[in-house]
């Protein structure tokens, strides 16, 4: 039994459970509940510690601290959905614990997953059981009472998935909606399939990716072929992470690195200052930033050099960030050309394409925030699965991000229209905010699979309607739900109704539904716009 992993091991764990997340995503995917076409959790997990598992691939013979340090960042730039936002904020904490440390035994083991688990808790601002944050802080709990009893890291392991499985199968009796359903909690089961990858590899029966299996987005690599290496203009890459131990400003040492090089990305917390910086006197670099503390990790690369080496495509480069030229920017996020039109002629500046069933990672946000010319930027999710990914970027870029909690593009668009660059930041975060409650959002989309759900005999392939994130009903009939909705709308004498047709509906038959709307609700101003949007046949907002 073993009783202690080190880096190589724990590097093994990470790529072992992301591989089982990927063979597994279907069978999460297929847990959840509501029928509509949905970024799932399984596919959420499965992107996001993949992420982890091409840059672990990449690490030779690392420490224990930096596999940990590797997988927790990419995780966190990789981070779809709320699912896979917990999942790499639980190996966040994982990593935040195993730090200095060269070996892990059981009780650190145990400690790093209770530190996970706080680290995801905290994160979430009501916590709800039945869900995978029950089931990662049972397993912790268990992990932490088996590592008193003995002190292996193997039987602590053995023990967290023991009570992960017990607490997986409870998720069913502390969640109404999977009661009725009949199935556990998908991001639960997801951690349980990780916990058991990790003991497989603990054991050297390592889990792999089937030869073939469709995954062949997680394996694409950058093209530097056509790359001259004397366009560089700084000869090293220079990256550390400070331990902080004083209370000297970091904004004293981003000046400094500023007038030293090219490439500045510094970003801190109340523990470290994690900097890179591209520039052609590292020893400088150094001297200056140990006034701020110990270094943790330090790496210096010679850029020209590992131009012709297998490592230049291996290397983290830094995304390039917007000098501010205003106070205020907005990001959005939207699918469709038609509904990213309607967004940047209300002043955004920037859309980041996605939506329900391909949710934005962290990543994808951070890199369109950077771009932005703005001190603050504003993003704007649209979609309550890209809430948690989104609020991660503030903590990624020297810009100040403000996360509106929009779940729907209606939402979205009604904040806009609120929004004014002369104010102050407080102000137009008020302003935004109390917009969202402003509007009704209904949502017209077929069903992905085969449900009984709240009382709606399901069968794939029929139209189904939402009314804020309710299930309105359900037809084979799209003019029934159409009806339905206007009805509904009309008896709360709503005055202004916007219709966004989809990518899938011609402007002729969406001309009838505004008509149908216009019929029944006489009184209301009725917008026809093509939005463009996939999966979703009508988007329809009422103020």
């Known amino acids: 039994m073993r009783q202690i992993i080190n880096g190589a091991d724990f590097r093994r764990m990470a790529i072992s459970a992301a591989a089982s997340v990927e063979i597994h995503k279907q069978q999460l995917n297929d847990l959840n509940v509501f029928p509509v076409p949905d970024g799932d959790t399984g596919t959420n997990m499965s992107m996001t510690i993949n992420a982890a598992a091409g840059d672990l691939r990449k690490a030779e013979d690392p420490t224990l601290e930096k596999a940990a340090a590797i997988t927790a960042s990419a995780m966190l730039r990789g981070a779809r959905g709320n699912s896979g936002v917990i999942l790499s904020l639980l190996f966040r904490g994982i990593s935040r614990k195993l730090k200095g440390s060269e070996v892990c035994d059981g009780v650190l083991w145990a400690a790093a997953l209770q530190e996970g688990v706080d680290a995801a808790y905290k994160a979430v601002m009501k916590p709800a059981e039945g869900t995978i944050l029950t089931v990662s802080r049972m397993a ?115 000046a400094f690195l500023d007038s030293l090089g090219d490439s500045l990305v510094l970003v ?166 109390e917009a969202l409650s402003t509007v009704d959002t209904m949502q017209i989309t077929y069903a992905a699979r085969n449900s009984d759900f709240d009382g709606y005999d399901i069968h794939e392939g029929d139209y189904l309607a939402i009314f804020g994130s309710t299930l309105f009903g359900t037809s084979k009939d799209i003019k029934v739900l159409l009806k339905s909705l206007a009805q509904k709308v009309r008896d709360e004498e709503k005055e202004y109704i916007t219709i966004y047709y989809g990518e899938d509906i011609t402007e002729k038959h969406a001309q009838k539904a505004a008509d149908l709307f216009q019929k029944i609700c006489p009184d209301a101003e009725v917008n026809l716009l093509r939005g463009g949007q996939p999966v979703y046949y009508y988007l329809i907002s009422a103020e």
């Open 140 to 254: 912790a709990l268990a992990a932490i009472k088996a590592a008193k009893e003995n002190n292996h890291i193997e039987f602590v392991q053995e023990a967290a998935i023991g009570e992960a499985k017990a607490a997986l199968a409870n998720t069913v009796n502390q969640n109404p909606v999977l009661k009725k359903a009949g199935v556990v909690d998908a991001g639960g089961k997801g951690w349980v399939f990780v916990l058991e990858a990790m003991l497989s590899a603990l054991r050297g029966e390592d889990v792999v990716v089937p030869e073939g299996y469709g995954d062949t987005e997680l394996r694409q690599q950058a093209d530097f072929s056509d790359y001259n290496p004397e366009d560089i203009t700084f000869t090293y890459c220079t990256e550390f992470i400070i331990s902080r131990e004083n209370d000297k400003d970091p904004e004293q040492l981003r």
């Open 268 to 433: 801190d917390d109340e523990e470290i200052i994690k900097v890179h910086v591209h520039t052609n006197d590292p020893g400088k670099a150094l001297h200056e930033a140990i006034d701020y503390g110990s270094f943790v990790t330090v790496k210096i690369e010679n850029m020209r050099l590992q131009h012709t080496e297998k490592v230049l495509s291996e290397q983290e480069l830094a995304p390039k960030i917007a000098e501010p030229e205003k106070t205020f920017g907005v990001v959005s996020v939207c699918a469709g050309d038609g509904l990213a039109e309607v967004f940047m002629n209300l002043g955004v500046d920037g859309i980041i394409s996605g939506g329900q069933t391909m949710n934005p990672s962290t990543q994808d946000i951070l890199e369109a925030v950077n771009k932005v010319p703005a001190e603050t930027v504003y993003v704007l999710p649209n979609n309550k699965n890209i809430i948690m990914a989104a609020e991660q970027v503030d903590a990624l870029t020297p810009k100040h991000v403000v996360v509106i909690p929009s779940k729907t593009v209606p939402q979205g668009i009604t904040a806009m229209l609120s929004f004014n660059p002369e104010d102050t930041e407080e102000a137009n975060t008020q302003a935004l905010t």
